[in-house]
């Protein structure tokens, strides 16, 4: 049974010098109240590892950690979308580690399953063959990525149930492979529901895998502050 908490509590789950996966998809579908919550705690030397650089423009959701120098190393499939990022990347704050987006994903969902490696392809003949190790199967040329685990991974659903059994609405991006490859997984919900009132074919990642629930904005609220800042960015 995963345990109701404030966020204020959940945050203290992450220490310093950890390893964080963020769910989320430049900027949809991320947790915007956990999020706030570690910008807040002033958490340093964090390891972060989701799928892209966040809302562009930067300094916003996972920008916030970037604007605040949390983050010591990045794990991710694209980082053209938050400037502040990549000047500290260049700059040498951050350490960067990229592989290709669907790469990327199946290295999480490695890390979950207890696999030993990744072995694709993709990237062959490419920049990508500097940040792997390059291996022959069958006499033909792969890459070889380790799979990615992390300490917490903070996710975003739309309804979570006190099993910890997430409803996911629309796009679920990262979050459902991402709670299978954390020793701590945090789920933020839109609603915080009873038992069986999500349907079992509705449950896009089972509560096992779920330690804490938190609750997030309200699906209104969380439509209000996205419509305000697609205003604010002109692309609503």
């Known amino acids: 049974m995963a345990v109701q908490i404030t966020a204020q509590e959940a945050v203290k789950k992450i220490v310093a010098k950890s390893a964080v ?3 989320g998809f430049l900027g949809a579908g991320v947790p915007l109240v956990m ?3 570690i910008a807040k705690s002033g958490i340093k030397e964090l390891t972060v590892i989701s799928i892209g650089a966040g809302y562009r423009g930067g300094g916003v959701d996972i920008g916030k950690l970037v604007l605040n120098k949390q983050i010591i190393k990045y794990i991710t499939a694209h980082v053209g979308t938050d400037p502040n990022l990549i000047k500290q990347i260049v700059g040498g704050e951050v ?3 990229l592989s290709p987006m669907g790469t990327f994903v199946e290295r999480i969902r490695a890390g979950g399953a207890g696999l030993g490696a990744v072995v694709t392809p993709v990237g062959m003949g490419t920049e990508v063959e500097e940040m792997a190790e390059k291996i022959i199967v069958d006499g ?4 070889l990525f380790k799979p990615i685990r992390a300490a917490v991974a903070v996710i975003k659903a739309h309804r979570g149930d006190l099993l910890g059994n997430l ?3 629309g796009m679920s ?3 459902p492979i991402m709670a299978t490859a954390a020793d701590i997984v945090i789920a933020e919900v839109d609603e915080i529901v009873a038992v069986g009132e999500i349907s079992p074919e509705n449950v896009g990642t089972p509560g096992i895998f779920v330690d804490y629930l938190v609750q997030g904005h309200t699906y209104q609220k969380r439509k209000a502050i996205y419509e305000e800042l697609w205003i604010a960015t002109n692309k609503l």
């Not at 033909?140 to 890459?143: A, I, M």
């Open 140 to 143: 033909k040329p792969y890459l």
């Open 173 to 175: 991006n990262t979050s």
């Open 35 to 37: 999020l706030d919550e």
């Open 95 to 97: 350490e960067m580690e």
């Open 21 to 23: 996966m963020i769910g």
């Open 167 to 169: 409803q996911y609405q």
